[in-house]
């Protein structure tokens, strides 16, 4: 057939999601959307007008108006926009609002190319969940919090450990905890524990599973 492929990547913050879509993106050749940068424009966009982060409706509203310029931000990567990113990712119309884009990019890759990857909380059960591939990505809860910290200080910020441990485990259970696409794994998802598990083997892991499923397709 000539639909795109699909490559679905879910899992909690930190776990490697990212890392791994963009290699897998680079080594087939497809398009990458890391959706979760749709829900922190839409936190951020909130932080720089001074909105509530509890105001659903102003949420849904700002979703709907979406500054996607905001995607290259510096401000974008930082725990705080991840966190009102969490917030608002909890609100329906906010999800609603972020839908189509999502599944335009999945089901017509941009430059044409054969497939997508797509990252985030919700893509193998809410945004393509018919998609041949579903990885699941997680690690220990410290493990994420220490990766993050290493990025922080890379990054030459102050980073504390203890508090990024509270906000990763505050997330985890914001993002599980929600009504509305909680994350979760996908029933036919393989699932890739990385808490001791280093980039490459995690990649060659995935790819073994990516080219079982692209050489049974008709
Ligand atoms: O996208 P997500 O938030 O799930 O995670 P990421 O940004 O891909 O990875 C978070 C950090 O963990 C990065 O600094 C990666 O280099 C690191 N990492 C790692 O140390 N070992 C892995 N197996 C995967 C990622
Ligand atoms: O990079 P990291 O894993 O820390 O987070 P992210 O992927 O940038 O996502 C930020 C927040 O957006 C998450 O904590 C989720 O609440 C939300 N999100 C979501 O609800 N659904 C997605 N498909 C992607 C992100």
């Known amino acids: 057939s000539d639909a795109a492929f699909v490559i679905a990547i879910d899992g909690p913050a930190a776990a490697g999601k990212g890392t791994l879509a963009r290699r897998l993106a680079d080594h087939y050749g ?3 959307l890391d959706t979760g940068s749709l829900y922190r424009a839409v936190g951020l966009q909130m932080i720089i ?3 509530d982060l509890d105001d659903a409706q102003k949420a849904t509203e700002t ?4 500054d996607l310029g905001l995607i290259g931000d510096p401000r974008l990567r930082a725990e705080e926009t991840g966190g009102a990113a969490s917030r608002v990712a909890a609100v329906p119309g906010v ?3 972020l839908l189509d884009f999502q599944r335009q ?3 017509h890759p941009p430059g044409d190319t054969a497939g997508a990857v797509l990252d985030g909380r919700d893509v193998g059960t809410v945004i393509c969940p018919d998609a041949p591939v579903k990885l699941f ?10 990766r ?3 990025e922080m200080e890379g990054r030459g910020e102050a980073a504390d450990y203890a508090a990024i441990l509270e906000d990763v485990k505050a997330r985890d259970a914001r993002d599980m905890g929600r009504k509305d696409a909680p994350l979760k794994p996908a029933e036919d998802a393989l699932l ?3 808490t001791n598990l280093a980039i490459d083997a995690v990649f060659l892991r995935a790819k073994s599973f990516i080219d079982g499923k692209l050489s049974s397709r008709d």
């Open 30 to 32: 497809f398009a990458f």
């Open 49 to 51: 007008e001074g909105s």
């Open 63 to 66: 979703a709907a108006r979406l």
């Open 95 to 97: 999800r609603a609002a």
């Open 105 to 107: 990019f999945a089901g």
């Open 137 to 146: 990505v997680t690690a220990s809860a410290e493990e994420r919090a220490r």
């Open 148 to 150: 993050r910290t290493l």
């Open 192 to 194: 890739l524990d990385t």
